[in-house]
C-alpha cells in the first residue's frame, strides 16, 4: 500500500500530488489509508511506478 508517507519520502510536493490525482482521477485522500501498489501501476504514470516501487521497497 502506498500512503502519504512514502509519497513524502520520495519529496513529492502536495501540489504535486493533488495535481497528479486530478489528472488520473483518484481522490488524494486514499493515501492516508494506502492505495494498492498494483493500482498505481496500472496507471502507467512514472510518478506512481516510483512511489509504488518506493513502498514496495525496490528503490532507495
Do not use: N
Not at 17 to 31: L, Q, T, Y
Not at 37 to 54: M, N, P, V
Request: with cysteine.
Amino acid at each position: 500500500m502506498v500512503t502519504f508517507r512514502h509519497l513524502r519520502q520520495l519529496g513529492y510536493c502536495a501540489g504535486g500530488i493533488k495535481r497528479w490525482c486530478a489528472e488520473h482521477g483518484f481522490d488524494a485522500r486514499r493515501f492516508r489509508d494506502g492505495v494498492p501498489a498494483s493500482e498505481l501501476r496500472a496507471t502507467g504514470s512514472a510518478f506512481a511506478i516510483k512511489a509504488a516501487d518506493h513502498a514496495e521497497g525496490k528503490t532507495e
